[in-house]
């Protein structure tokens, strides 16, 4: 599923045939019929660099091209600054932004022969608030964002354009995320959030 294994989540199916097109860590779901492509899987830990280049390098080499690369991995370790060892720091961020700039960076590669392509980003509110008891978690996540910017403003050279999508809960139509100002100010920042989640800066 290219999670790493201590953190795989196992997913069962329905039984109906599906075509899998695994990028960067996640799977992409489509009903055989609708595609026609037989049932195609890649197995990796994007905690490996070689893992997740072959991730990429196996897609392009099965479907003979790259169109969208969807970086989904999110390790959301509890932990605050008092108790968030340098390990879990490290494993976090390696999950969370090393994977995605890796698999990133690999793809490009086939994507600006073509001058065209798609990378999208997976992150949470997270990203925004810095969420107290998921510290590591909600820094990658920022992070990422900024490696998102980064990507955006560099690679409409290429016409492959980069964004990244900030989910609050699911199904939940507009969501309202506060942020207490200091006293001084005497007042609060209200940001709402839609769905679609889509952060400033993306192309």
């Known amino acids: 599923m290219g999670f790493h294994p201590e953190h795989q989540q196992n997913r069962q199916g329905d039984g109906q045939q599906r075509c899998q097109a695994f990028l960067a860590g996640r799977a992409l779901f489509t009903p055989r019929d609708t595609v026609g492509c037989p049932p195609f899987a890649l197995t990796a830990d994007v905690g490996i660099e070689a893992d997740c280049r072959q991730l990429i390098d196996g897609a392009v080499a099965h479907f003979g091209q790259l169109d969208i690369l969807v970086n989904t991995v999110g390790y959301s370790a509890r932990g605050t600054i008092e108790d968030t060892s340098v390990a879990l720091w490290d494993e976090v961020f390696g999950l969370n932004?090393?994977?995605?700039?890796?698999?990133?960076?690999?793809?490009?590669?086939?994507?600006?022969?073509?001058?065209?392509?798609?990378?999208?980003?997976?992150?949470?509110?997270?990203?925004?608030?810095?969420?107290?008891?998921?510290?590591?978690?909600a820094a990658s996540k920022g992070?990422?964002?900024?490696?998102?910017?980064?990507?955006?403003?560099?690679?409409?050279r290429y016409q492959i354009r980069v964004n990244q999508l900030n989910f609050d809960r699911p199904l939940v139509s507009t969501n309202h995320v506060f942020f207490n100002q200091p006293k001084a100010n005497n007042a609060s920042k209200s940001i709402n959030l839609s769905n679609s989640g889509a952060t400033p800066g993306g192309s």
């Open 143 to 156: 992070a990422l964002m900024t490696l998102t910017k980064n990507l955006a403003s560099y690679l409409n």
């Open 97 to 137: 932004v090393r994977s995605s700039f890796i698999c990133a960076q690999q793809a490009v590669r086939y994507m600006k022969e073509r001058r065209y392509g798609s990378i999208i980003n997976i992150g949470p509110v997270n990203a925004y608030i810095g969420e107290p008891k998921l510290m590591a978690y």
